[in-house]
């Protein structure tokens, strides 16, 4: 019964993103639309990589409605952090490679962890061992976001 939530929730998934990136509304091209979902659909349930970690489904639409927004305010304000260090020569650019714990419950949340971490500009998620992210940073200071806890926050409410 799992197997089957996640695979509806990633045909949705799936027909909504297409939808979206085509903005196609013809009847065949909207058939095509469809069948190019179902194809991928079987192909991945004959793989066998419908689950959880594949199709989180069990991960609901409210938490990401509040994560995603947090995250795009995040993204900007270390674009405009890096802009300012690539711009100004006053502005120190010391790279580092810091340590940041992801006490999330799985998987799934220590990878959105290091996702996030990765969108962010100015920081790349470089290894995940265990609870523990390595992280190298353009610069001490741009990194601190990440070592205060409060992405790894987010992500373990996002997780419940």
Request: glycine share 8%; net charge neutral.
């Amino acid at each position: 019964m799992k197997s089957a939530t996640h695979g509806i929730a990633l045909a949705l998934v799936l027909a909504v993103v297409w939808y979206i990136w085509s903005g196609h509304t013809e009847p065949f091209l909207l058939a095509m639309g469809l069948l190019s979902c179902a194809a991928s659909i079987w192909l991945a349930a004959r793989m066998g990589v419908i689950d959880a970690e594949g199709a989180p489904a069990h991960l609901g639409l409210k938490p990401f409605l509040l994560y995603a927004p947090w995250l795009v305010k995040e993204i900007v304000i270390a674009n405009w952090d890096v802009t300012r260090r690539v711009l100004s020569p006053s502005l120190p650019i010391r790279p580092s490679v810091i340590c940041v714990p992801a006490n999330q419950k799985t998987e799934l949340g220590r990878v959105i962890m290091a996702n996030s971490i990765t969108l962010t500009p100015g920081t790349v998620s470089i290894d995940m061992q265990g609870n523990r992210i390595w992280v190298h940073a353009l610069s001490f200071e741009g990194a601190a976001d990440d070592m205060s806890g409060e992405m790894g926050r987010r992500v373990c409410q996002l997780e419940r």
